[in-house]
């Protein structure tokens, strides 16, 4: 998967489900900064990070991280 594929989905969901930035931050441990360059596609995203962004979110690491259909 593309990382901007991953940061538009990470984005799209935490949106979806009412979180703000700040708000996911807070719940994963992780600094706003390190959100956002995950949202940007600037950072290279850790696998055990999207199992705590999926899991927080209340989706499947597999529909997280999902090619989206072409």
């Known amino acids: 998967m ?3 594929q991953l940061a538009q989905r990470v984005r799209a969901f ?5 979180y703000t930035q700040q708000e996911l931050a ?3 441990g992780v600094s706003v900064a390190v959100l956002g360059s995950l ?3 600037t950072r290279r ?3 055990k ?3 705590r962004i999926s899991s927080t979110l209340g989706i499947s690491y ?5 090619e989206s259909s072409r």
């Open 26 to 28: 807070e719940r994963l």
């Open 62 to 66: 597999e529909e997280l991280t999902a």
């Open 45 to 47: 995203p850790d696998p």
């Open 49 to 51: 990070l999207l199992e």
């Open 14 to 18: 935490r949106k979806l489900k009412g």
């Open 2 to 4: 593309e990382y901007d």
């Open 39 to 41: 949202e940007r596609g």
